[in-house]
């Protein structure tokens, strides 16, 4: 909280009472947006300090701040500013009605997205990369420093396939938040969620087989399955709940699926959580079909609620289950240190990890071994989670304020993305060049379809603490999409 | 030099000139293998030192051994011990005579030797694994801990799909010496050479395709094309020149080969070294077929010549020739960094390891920059091919001491493996399940074989500093030869 704009001494007052002046200093500040919904606000003792007023004048301010609705207690933590009262957008609806079946032809529009990813100086609302600052804590640095310092002295032991026996130990401990009983031999050390579900899938199926995925779903899974010679069927997929059961039900029934390839929490890019019944409902199906499921369950812990949600792998009796998970997008970029638990198929994972890139990095490992053993990982959970939700919670506003009319958008209980449907006339594609050129990136809705639909749909990363620039970038993406819209309209009346 | 078995003080001698005593003392040691062929003698200044004589006492008993052939002087470096006079066996012949198509069934023979090898307390003739206190230097660690302690300060960057900036430019600077003017910006940070390598067959090839690779060679590369599902034509390699270019040209004319897959600098298992203009006809050839040539250089750093033996991408003219290496090996274990130089396939190599493994680990690359930038490599290479070198010929000798009359031998210019040729009677599997219940590890022919030939082959592995346990190893490993040689002989006589 320490670049927080609190002014340094407060605003002159004529009504003698100390405590209104500093409820109004602070009323203001949650007006014109200085504390954003979902912000802390100064702790007391803080605040009492800086206006140099007594600790019971803070309080009373803010229990008035409270009573007017603009602030809220939060138990064992302090008072926050209250979301604002505006109606959320409806959601979008789903984008597939029945299952569809795609040779993939991902083609260059993926990649041209990532690669003008990579300039300079963009407002970057697109990709789910790490923040500097945010992700990758001095702490696990300072692990990793302490490794390479005893690797010095004492020499490096050779590398180990699966991974070092104290990184699997504590993945498996951790792992018990998502109803998992993993024991550390059941898991095999990747470079990344991305290795793993690739593994994965060469390990289940092969060249001309069908997997199930979600739609939308992450154009990574697309571009993977394509390159393997493999095809998707896509599987209609609610915003809330996720993938529909019923037709997945009539997809396998119809059609010769080889293997589900799904994100059951906060799914990419729809933030789609699949309620925990639900989960064992599917899992139960799939080991009766015997079709493996490859879960990649890289989101499940930023959860907003109050439990993190099951991973469908802890519902798992057959080994039918592959599970995928990752530290490079939530903790430690630059380590790239991810797992998998193969279930059955353990064996053969294994093999192909060996020979398509051997065993992973062992000092990355051990420092992430001795952040999580130590407990710092749940605290830098804890932190990221408030702001993912703080963020997700002040864009949705933004874009609720924004954008055209008839725009819907998602309600995500964990994660860090929005998924928005524009007004059916405003082509994505059109807006995200638009943007481009506006220095702000966006990640248009035709990359997370086979068949590159959702062409009125955008995804929104909410992962950076919100900022100015951020907001005036959502003002200026809604003012294209009216643009757009108001073009579209035209040309359609003429 | 520090664990140098040099007596304490001088033995008596009634000859009055201390140069002799000096002298007679260090032959003792170079006769009772102490200090062994190849071994750097004690320094001038330090045995002067040690056996409280003059400099130039020592000088003077140092010039009479190397009078009588026993050590000999290196300039800028010191005295060695001299190779000692014995016969070398015959090398090997040509283990394939004409190319040969292969569709691969592995098995689990690879696999099978692979696991063996994890098992504690064995001595490791096999595989060609890192030794810790050899292989990673303290100076390195100490790099990555800077490269650690820096990031807590500041944070890290995102990643960089093709690496780091300063990694990439030291590697093209470090790519000068086998003859390759690399621009940063055609290299691609890989996690090592078997992620390399696996990059460059899918991004050249398809399933269903021919590979040509040497005979014998590493079994990965077995393991890698069967599991992309294409095909080997094996191409008949010499011992010391390499592959057969007249017998390579014959199989491009005769089958429809869409990549060859080649060691040229001192290949595994052969150890063969390809001379130079032999590559240079080599790349002509397959430019002018438009025939890809994945080379995969990791050992071309280990020469114990005078020079480093150029890549065949240096000769490279057209793009044609896709350049894997790696760190693994001889330097980082622990760390996973390697890389790609693919030429003109580099869009699809980069687009193949975006989808499959994403990213490589930064703060890795970051701290081999370091060690590399501040010239601790080229001191730990040549400290590596010192000790190679002592190892590949006190193993020579061993083997051609212990080993059955008929055994042959390579004469390795480089690198750490020797390759065994055993009387026909022989088999390798036998011998190698045999040693393993003396706890002795080696890889058996087989292995290196797309049809499970060189069956009375076994690579040895001479990376190690020698050791008594070693000899004693080699003496058993000649033992049960010899059984197995006289048990086959009996039966077939029988």
Redesign the interface.
Known sequence: MSALPVPATLAPDDTGHLYLRVSSQVAELIEKGSLRPGEKVPSVRRLSAQFQVSISTVVQAYRLLENRGLIEARPQSGYYVRPRRWTPPPEPELCLKEPSVADLKVGDLI?QV?RDY?AGSLVRLGAT??T??L??P??L??A???V??R???R???????AGRAAFRAQVARHAVASGCALSPGEIIAT??A??SV?LCL?AVC??GDLIAIESPTFF?FL??IE?L?MRAVEIPTYPRDGVCLDALAFALEQQDIKACLFVLNFANPLGSCMPDDKKARLVQMLAEKNVPLIENDIYGSLFFGKARPRSAKSFDRHGNVLLCDSF?KILA????VGWVAPGRFQSKVE??K???????????QL?IAEFLANGSYEHHLRRLRRIYAAGIASMSEAVAHFFPAGTRLTRPAGGQLLWVELPAEVDSLELYRRALQERIAIAPGPIFSAKQKCRNFIRLNCGNPWSESIEAAIRKLGCLSHDILAATRRTASN
Chains 1, 2 share one sequence.
């Open positions: 990649m990532v990579q990369c790490a500097v600052g992700h990758s001095p702490a640095h300072r990793l420093a302490s390479a310092r690797s010095a002295q020499g490096v032991e050779p590398d180990s396939l470079s990344g991305t290795e690739h060469r092969k060249p990574g571009q993977l390159s010679g490079n970029p630059g380590y790239r093999y192909l060996f020979i398509t890139t051997d065993a992973s990095a062992s000092l990355a420092a």
